[in-house]
Every structure is written in C-alpha cells, then in structure tokens.
C-alpha cells in the first residue's frame, strides 16, 4: 500500500542529497495533498530550488530516478525568483492548493488575495473559453474536454474565495456552496458527460465569467 508520508521524506532525502542547502521549499498538491487519491494518482510535488538552471533539471531527473512509484511523479520545480516573479492569478491556486512538507511558500511569495482571486478566475475562464471552443470546432476530443472540465475546479475554487473568503479544497467541500452553472460544471467534471451537453455548458459558463471578472 502506498504511504504518501514515507515517499515525501524518501522526496526530501533524495532531493537534499542533490541539492543540498539550495533547497528552499517542498510541498505535496493535487489529490494527494486533499486525500481524494486513487490508487494510480499522480504525485504532485513541489519543489523551489534558490534558482533553477537547466542543468538543475538534469540533476533532477538523475536524482529522482531513485525515488520509488518514479512513473508518478510529476509537479512543479522552479527557482525562487521566478516563483515570486510568477503570475499572480496562477499563484492564488498555487499556494492554496500546497501542503507544505519542508519550508513555508509566506517566505517565498506575498500570500494571494481577493485580486488574485479575482484575476485567477478571469484568466482560468478565458483558458477554458478558448480551448473549449477550438476543442469543439476542430479536435473533438473527448479526452481533452475532461481535462477542461477538471480545469474548472479551480476556477470554481477561486470563484467560491471570491464569494466567500474561504478556500475549498474538497470537492464535496467546494459541491455543498456552489449552485447553478457552477455547480452543474463541477458535477460534470467528476465524468461521464456527453460530449455534445457538456461542451455547450462549459463553454457558457466560461464566456458568463469572463464577462462578470473582466479586469
């Protein structure tokens, strides 16, 4: 049985013996971080380095391959300045949606607020817009709405911040205080939506958001 615990201070072993004190935060996201993992999940790590040169990466991909479950690994790694340099919308999720496991990402970054919400929700609706059109007109791919759909979570994660300055993780959470559209979009993006249906209520419910968060 996989023990998330034991395979992050297996991470943080790994990854100090490559890096040593350059190592400025790890942090777990996605659904292992929330406890709604399955047992072939991907393991969503994070881990922000003093800078991040290109040989880094090399190192990287050395050091982890002595890292058990290595097929599920995946995540984000970066340099701390471009982490603080990073757009704000995009650090709202970021930071939210990360359980530290070594540092803490406040030294990191300013903790994201309403704004950033504000601006996560716009830019998420307009991404989802765009590849949700030339998905339907042009792809047709059924595959890549699903990932549009679970896309949408943290849209809705960051719309619901908005609504109420609270953050939901859970998605049961997060299904309790959405109504309408919202909550008809997260039900869809739990699958089995037809193609046809799903397209049309994805895509008016990101043109309504970028309409209602224009900046």
């Not at 991470?11 to 990854?15: D, G, K, L, N, W």
């Not at 479950?69 to 599920?72: A, G, I, K, P, V």
């Not at 650090?91 to 930071?95: I, P, Q, R, S």
């Given at each position: 049985?996989f023990?998330?615990e034991?395979?992050?201070a297996d991470?943080?072993?790994?990854?100090r013996?490559a890096?040593?004190?350059?190592v400025?935060?790890i942090g777990?996201?996605g659904s292992r971080?929330?406890?709604?993992?399955?047992e072939?999940?991907?393991?969503?790590?994070?881990?922000?380095?003093?800078?991040?040169?290109?040989?880094d990466?090399?190192r990287?991909r050395e050091?982890a391959?002595?890292?058990p479950?290595?097929?599920?690994l995946?995540g984000?790694v970066?340099?701390?300045d471009e982490?603080?340099?990073?757009?704000?919308g995009e650090?709202?999720?970021?930071?939210h949606d990360t359980?530290?496991?070594?540092?803490?990402l406040?030294?990191l970054?300013?903790?994201?607020?309403a704004g950033?919400?504000?601006?996560?929700?716009?830019s998420?609706?307009?991404g989802?817009?765009h590849a949700?059109?030339h998905n339907y007109?042009?792809?047709r791919?059924?595959?890549l709405?699903?990932?549009?759909?679970?896309?949408?979570r943290?849209v809705?994660?960051a719309r619901c911040?908005?609504e109420?300055?609270?953050?939901?993780?859970s998605?049961d959470?997060?299904a309790?205080?959405?109504t309408?559209?919202?909550?008809?979009v997260?039900?869809?993006?739990r699958?089995?939506?037809d193609f046809?249906?799903?397209?049309?209520?994805?895509?008016?419910w990101?043109?309504?958001?970028?309409e209602e968060?224009?900046i």
């Open positions: 049985m023990d998330l034991v395979w992050l991470y943080v072993r790994v990854m013996s890096f040593g004190g350059r400025r935060f777990i996201q971080a929330r406890g709604e993992a399955a072939g999940s991907d393991i969503d790590v994070v881990l922000i380095l003093d800078r991040l040169d290109f040989d990466l090399r990287y050091a391959e002595a890292l479950h290595r097929e599920l995946c984000f970066s340099g701390a982490l603080r340099d990073w757009d704000r650090l709202f999720g970021f930071y359980r530290p496991v070594l540092g803490r406040e030294e970054i300013p903790v994201p607020g950033d919400a504000r601006r996560a929700v716009h998420g609706a307009c989802i817009y949700c059109a007109l042009h792809e791919d059924a595959g709405l699903a990932a549009l759909l679970k896309t949408s943290f809705l994660r911040f908005c109420t300055g609270r953050y939901f993780s998605l959470e997060l309790e205080r959405l309408g559209a919202d909550r008809a997260l039900e869809l993006s699958g089995g939506a046809e249906a799903a397209s049309r209520v994805l895509y008016d990101a043109r309504g958001l970028i968060y224009a």
